[in-house]
């Protein structure tokens, strides 16, 4: 099925469709698109930075902060624990105070999680390119650029026929 022009108007069932077509995980893929769709607000791009509360943080990380909960119920997620408590242990970096520890943890944890979830909107996002449902470019130090690096944070673009198909015009 070839990629709709920016403005083919197309419905939510096409969109599904689509990302069932090039997704391996289309449900994942969707929520990312969703996210966006919000990030954007009233324009049509989400990037380089999403503020929250009060805080510009990378659209990267908001997506993966923002789809956090859906690692939580992973099963692997206790394993990882203990996993990190024991490099922690082993680092000699676990506090004695079995709070501190805690926290301790429950950090390493999130930057563990909020890394992988990188990567998982990564590759969510090429599929929602390979879609054609959204454009990326990166932005940053110097110029925009096709390519990531030398400082630049991902920004991306929703088609309007796509925003409009997830309701999310305003």
Not at 82 to 108: F, H, K, M, N
Not at 146 to 170: F, M, S, W
Request: hydrophobic residues 40%; aromatic residues 4%.
């Amino acid at each position: 099925m070839p990629t709709p022009p920016a403005d083919h108007d197309m419905d939510l069932p096409a969109v599904l469709e689509k990302l069932a077509q090039v997704s391996a995980r289309p449900r994942y893929t969707f929520m990312v698109l969703n996210l966006i769709a919000r990030a954007a607000g009233a324009s049509d791009s989400a990037g380089p930075y999403v503020r929250e509360g009060g805080q510009a943080i990378p659209v990267r990380d908001w997506l993966s902060d923002a789809l956090m909960p859906m690692a939580q119920r992973d099963a692997r997620r206790r394993a990882v624990v203990e996993q990190v408590r024991a490099e922690l242990v082993a680092r000699g970096a676990l506090p004695d105070d079995p709070a501190l520890a805690e926290q301790a943890i429950a950090t390493e944890l999130r930057e563990r999680l909020r890394h992988s979830g990188r990567t998982n909107v990564s590759r969510a996002v090429s599929d929602l390119v390979r879609a054609g449902l959204i454009r990326r470019h990166y932005q940053g130090y110097c110029v925009d650029h096709e390519n990531r690096g030398a400082q630049r944070e991902a920004v991306y673009t929703i088609i309007p026929a796509v925003k409009r198909a997830l309701g999310k015009t305003i």
